[in-house]
T-cell receptor, first 114, second 113 residues
Framework: AQSVSQHNHHVILSEAASLELGCNYSYGGTVNLFWYVQYPGQHLQLLLKYFSGDPLVKGIKGFEAEFIKSKFSFNLRKPSVQWSDTAEYFCAVNKNTGFQKLVFGTGTRLLVSP | DAGVTQSPTHLIKTRGQQVTLRCSPKSGHDTVSWYQQALGQGPQFIFQYYEEEERQRGNFPDRFSGHQFPNYSSELNVNALLLGDSALYLC????????????FGPGTRLTVT
């Protein structure tokens, strides 16, 4: 069965620090990859997605992620975080079969101190 | 353009009771998926509805059932509630054709006592 691992459960950074959140998935076939963000008191929002093509994808709010097929990884990065990036981040994957079931990781809670 | 809406926002039930949660998809979307998010966990897929039929199901018991109406809105029903059913229940909608992107609602927080 598919699974998604997010190794960092809690991350604390100061403003302007660089961010990298790890995500690994287990599935040998073609997949679509997503990062969702959940700001305090808000619903899940899509940050970025990868379906095919350039493995470096850019999302909203200065976030980017790199798909490395050989490592089954899709790590999220941001060069300089802001206090407003404090949120929970979820990596998710679905099989590229037309069925949209998403398998989520357990999430990484990011706290950015001003 | 309204996004995905869910009702109620919060709900408290007693063990053994039954509950119905409701979801209205984003305008133009015809597919609705339900997820359960337990505290400290990522959302887990319950099932997906399209054309009023269950299209795909996750690893949840038959106590969890659903329905989709002709206007694409959906209900999630849970019978014989257990303490472990306490969670945030999320509804997501998407257009079946094209993008795999799903849009999530704010969720219903269910507490079972």
């Amino acid at each position: 069965a598919q699974s998604v691992s997010q190794h960092n459960h809690h991350v604390i950074l100061s403003e302007a620090a660089s961010l990298e959140l790890g995500c690994n998935y287990s599935y040998g076939g073609t997949v679509n990859l997503f990062w969702y963000v959940q700001y305090p008191g808000q619903h899940l929002q899509l940050l970025l997605k990868y379906f095919s093509g350039d493995p470096l994808v850019k999302g909203i709010k200065g976030f980017e992620a790199e798909f490395i097929k050989s490592k089954f990884s899709f790590n999220l990065r941001k060069p300089s975080v802001q206090w407003s990036d404090t949120a929970e981040y979820f990596c998710a994957v679905n099989k590229n079969t037309g069925f949209q079931k998403l398998v989520f990781g357990t999430g990484t809670r990011l706290l950015v101190s001003p | 353009d309204a996004g995905v809406t869910q009702s109620p926002t919060h709900l408290i039930k007693t063990r053994g009771q039954q509950v119905t949660l409701r979801c209205s998809p984003k305008s133009g979307h015809d597919t609705v998926s339900w997820y359960q998010q337990a505290l400290g966990q990522g959302p887990q897929f319950i099932f997906q509805y399209y054309e009023e039929e269950e299209r795909q199901r996750g690893n949840f018991p038959d106590r969890f059932s659903g329905h989709q109406f002709p206007n694409y809105s959906s209900e999630l029903n849970v019978n014989a509630l257990l303490l472990g059913d306490s969670a945030l229940y999320l509804c997501a909608s998407s257009p079946l054709a094209g993008s795999d992107e799903q849009y999530f609602g704010p969720g219903t927080r269910l507490t079972v006592t």
